[in-house]
Structure formats: structure tokens, C-alpha cells
């Protein structure tokens, strides 16, 4: 068997910007994966001629010139928008919040009527200082809104109380007065044509990748073929969980093609905000490319419990398991020739540009060694 420079364990985005800037700078690289295929939880798949995001909605957005410019010599981006809307018990609402769900939910005209609602839900409230998802909601929209689009949503999402939830996780959506229905604040936005697949395979086109190989299931072999190892898996399984385990939110995907019909929902996402609804949202894929096709895919997505045999998705970044991460943080860095990297790795909720970005940083800092 070959010897390389690297064994790349994952080829999700982390793992596949990794293998290509390496090999581009001559290095070799062997990149697994346990999966059947390439691309992580962006990978994409067409049915139909519908391009299906296969693992969620994925959004490409970004303020970093330098990230939208890598990103687009791998592919052409379309100029698609995210706009979202709320199904509460059949009611519609657009989001993120902003003037037309004011107007939605309380038929005011004007930013100073939104602000003045606000304000006076919060002052009814009485929180000045939010400390907890509920209060930091409340805080920014008011109790209406609260309680329509975000209590039922939240506690389905992450199965806790939003009183036990961190302020932060809510902080992600903008809250704007204006008319505006983007979700994102992003200055560039869009999504690949035909999809993120063709990406990832050009990102390893200089690599040898190997798929369906648990790096676990043969981990001493694995390590004898290459220098070094560059791990995008679980930290906490990478250990042996001597530590204890560190907790995710995992969900389900249930994809139906629907033939003959042309159009399910009008819109590409459309969130279940009630909490009698067990999905959260409902995703139509053809929409994210304006497709015409004479049938639709749709995806209804389900949180689950986390165990084993379960995907983790969304680490649970509460204090106990940040601790814990760092414990085992600390571990990572007596490794000689180990390094961990990729939103498992670091046990952080990283969108799609924020892990170009890292990658990136991560082999200047592998040169400079
Ligand atoms: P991953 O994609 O998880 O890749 C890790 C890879 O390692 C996987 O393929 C896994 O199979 C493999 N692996 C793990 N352990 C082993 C092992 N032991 N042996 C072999 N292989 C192993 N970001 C955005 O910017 N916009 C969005 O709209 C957006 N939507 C999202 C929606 C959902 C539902 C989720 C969950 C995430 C979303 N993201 C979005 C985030 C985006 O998915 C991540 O930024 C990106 O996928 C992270 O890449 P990664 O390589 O770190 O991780
Ligand atoms: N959220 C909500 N209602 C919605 C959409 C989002 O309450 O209709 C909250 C929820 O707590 C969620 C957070 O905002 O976890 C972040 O939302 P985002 O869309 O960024 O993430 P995701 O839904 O993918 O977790």
C-alpha cells in the first residue's frame, strides 16, 4: 500500500478544502470516510433532475471576499435569496422577523409601531438582562412572536425548555425593520448550480479517497499509512470517550418525491413553528435553483435524540460539554502528528463558510510548522 503525507479522516468540507490545498502544495493524501459518499452532510444527490440537499437545507453566505471567491472558482452560484417562511397551525409568516411579520402579527405599518410593541411586551416582561433562549427572545421581539414562532420550534429543535436553552442560539436570526425577508445578513448568498457534490469531487480530484471506512474500525493500519493524521470525526470518540461523552441534537430526514406535481409549497423552506408538528420545517428542493421540473422533491425534517448509531448534528454548546470539549481539547494538542479540525473536531456549530475559512487557516499553520 502506498505511503502518503496525510490520512484525512472525513471528506466533509473541512476534510475536502484540506486534501485540495495540500495537494495543490504537492503533498499526498489518502481521505476516508464512513460514509457511501463524498462531501459530508453537504453532500448533494440529484432524483428526478431535482437537485436534493440530502442533510438539510444548505445556504451558502458569507461577508468573507476572499471565502466567496474560493468557494466560486469551484462552482457557479445562483443569486438565491433565503426566505423562509412560519407555518403556525396554518397561519404564514414570513421571517426572519422583520416589518411584514409585524404586520403579520400585529397589523402595525411602521418601524416606531414595531419598536413600540417590542418595548412594551419587554417592559411587561420585565427583563432587562436576558440569561436564558426565552428571555433573549422576548427581549428582541416580544412575547407574540415568542410564543408563535419561537417557543414550539426551539423546544422541538433542542428538547429542553428554552429557559435551559443559551440567549446566543437565538442571536443567530436578524430581527430588522424593514420590509426585508432575507434570512441571512450575509453580503454574499447563493447556492451552486446542480448542486455541492460536483465541488467536493473537484476539491479531491489530486487525492485518493476511499469511502465506506470507519477510521475506528482499523485505526493502527490506517495510522502506519501516512506522516500524519488530520481527523474531521468526533473528538470524544477519537479518545475513547475517556472523558465522557460530549451531546448533540440529531435528526431525521424523510424524502418523498412527489410525481406529476409541480409545486408543494411554493417556497423552498417553510417552518413548523407549533410544537404538536414533530417536524421543524419542510424543505422543497427544486426551489432553491428555480427548477421546472414536472415533479417536486420535498424533505420533512425531524430532531431526534442523539445515540448512538444516531448522526450527530448540532453539538449542544451548553457549559458542561464546552468543558468537556476543552478537557479533551487539551488531550488533542499532546498528540504528535494528530490534528483534529471540522465541526465534529471542534465540537462547534460552524457554518459552511466559517469551515472554509478554518481550513484554509489550518494548512497555512501546517506550512509554517
Ligand atoms: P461534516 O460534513 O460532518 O464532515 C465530517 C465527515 O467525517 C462526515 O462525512 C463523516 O461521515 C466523516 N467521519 C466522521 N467520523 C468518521 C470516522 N470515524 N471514520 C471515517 N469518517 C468519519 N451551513 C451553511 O453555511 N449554510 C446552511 O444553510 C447550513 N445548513 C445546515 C443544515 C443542517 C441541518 C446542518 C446539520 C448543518 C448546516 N450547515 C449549514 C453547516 C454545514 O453542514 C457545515 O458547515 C459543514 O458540513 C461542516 O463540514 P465538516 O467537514 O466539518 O463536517
Ligand atoms: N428559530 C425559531 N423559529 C424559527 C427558526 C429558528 O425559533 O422559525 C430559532 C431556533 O431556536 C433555532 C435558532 O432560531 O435553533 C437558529 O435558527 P437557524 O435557522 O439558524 O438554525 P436551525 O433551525 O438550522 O437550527
Known sequence: MKHYDYLIVGCGLFGSVVARELTERKKTCLVIDKRNHI?????????????????????????????????????????????????????????????????????????AEAISKIETQRLEACIEKPRNLEEQAIFLVGKDIYEKLIKGYTEKQWARSAIDLPAFIIQRLPVRFTFDNNYFDAKYQGIPIGGYTSIIEKMLAKAD??????????????????????????????????????????????????????????NAVVNYTDSDTQYTRIIEHKHFEYGRQPDTVITKEYPVTFAEGEEPYYPINDSDNNRLYESYRQLSLQQKGVYFGGRLAEFKYYDMDRIIERALKFVLQLESK
Open 39 to 111: 462531501g459530508g452532510n453537504i453532500y448533494t444527490e440529484h432524483i428526478n433532475d431535482i437537485v436534493v440537499h440530502k442533510y438539510g437545507a444548505h445556504i451558502f453566505h458569507t461577508d468573507n471576499k476572499q471565502v466567496w471567491d474560493y468557494i466560486n472558482s469551484f462552482a457557479e452560484f445562483n443569486r438565491y435569496t433565503n426566505s423562509p417562511l412560519a407555518n403556525y397551525k396554518g397561519e404564514l409568516y414570513n421571517l426572519p422577523f422583520n416589518m411584514n411579520t409585524f404586520y403579520q402579527i400585529w397589523g402595525v405599518r411602521t418601524p
Open 209 to 266: 479517497v476511499v469511502l465506506n471506512v470507519d477510521y475506528f474500525s482499523d485505526k493502527v493500519y490506517l495510522d502506519s499509512l501516512a506522516d500524519n493524521i488530520i481527523c474531521t470525526g468526533e473528538i470524544d470518540r477519537y479518545f475513547d470517550y475517556c472523558y465522557g461523552t460530549l451531546e448533540y441534537r440529531s435528526l431525521k430526514f424523510e424524502t418523498t418525491l412527489l410525481k406529476n406535481q409541480t409545486n408543494f409549497q411554493g
